[in-house]
């Protein structure tokens, strides 16, 4: 069954610490993205990938670094986390373009930044 | 042209009526157009999806509707019921095909 999990799901950090968010997919599929959700703003994308050694920019790609080192796990990188990236992180995958799959999330990360 | 814009961002309907929700978007390359349902606490979830070589398609009392001259495509949900109040939300690639941009979300509430 097709599956996206992130790690960790709740995450607890402070300000100027480092933090790392993991996804892994088992659909092979090509693209993968990372989304933050806030009250008031939607789903908004921060990086996305093509495939394996890809990362691009999303639309608010400050302060986050993304790197995806294999088809099946792409990281989210926080290298000096603030407040105001207090938010829910979810990570998605999907390859509608070449073979009909649509985007499917992941359980989502909810981080706080003290 | 990336945007993907939705309306309205608040509904509210009577059990039993329909509900419809608008997107309009950008890029005219546009293709694929999913929509979503999130519940409180849960992740979006794919509820219906349409592609640029279709005008009409309907699942399960859900119908969409894509409209390729007005970049416009909507979602109408038919006989609501409460279980159908929750955020939806839609979608559309950019000019990238990969990167895939969402509406800003409509919270639905459907009252008895």
């Known amino acids: 069954e097709a599956a996206v999990t992130q790690s960790p799901r709740n995450k607890v950090a402070v300000t100027g610490g480092k933090v790392t968010l993991s996804c892994n997919q088992t659909n092979n599929h090509n693209n993968m993205y990372w989304y933050r959700q806030d009250t008031g703003h939607g789903l908004r994308l921060i990086h996305y990938s093509y495939g394996a050694g890809s990362t691009e920019k999303g639309d608010i790609p400050d302060g986050y670094k993304a790197s995806r080192p294999s088809q099946e796990n792409f990281s989210l990188i926080l290298e000096l986390a603030t407040p105001s990236q207090t938010s829910v992180y979810f990570c998605?995958?999907?390859?509608?373009?070449?073979?009909?799959?649509?985007?499917?999330f992941g359980e989502g990360t909810r981080l706080s930044v003290l | 042209g990336e945007q993907v814009e939705q309306l309205p961002s608040i509904l509210r309907v009577q059990e039993g009526s329909s509900a419809s929700i608008n997107c309009t978007y950008e890029n005219s390359a546009s293709n694929y157009f999913p929509w979503y349902k999130q519940e409180p606490g849960e992740n979006p979830k794919l509820i219906i999806d349409i592609r640029s070589n279709m005008e009409r398609k309907q699942t399960q009392g859900l119908i969409v509707l894509l409209d390729k001259k007005a970049k416009r495509f909507s979602l109408h949900i038919t006989d609501t019921q409460p279980g159908d109040s929750a955020m939806y939300f839609c979608a559309g690639p950019s000019s990238s095909f990969s990167k895939l941009v969402f509406g800003q979300g409509t919270s639905l509430s459907v009252v008895p």
């Open positions: 998605a995958s999907g390859d509608w373009h070449h073979n009909n799959q649509a985007p499917l």
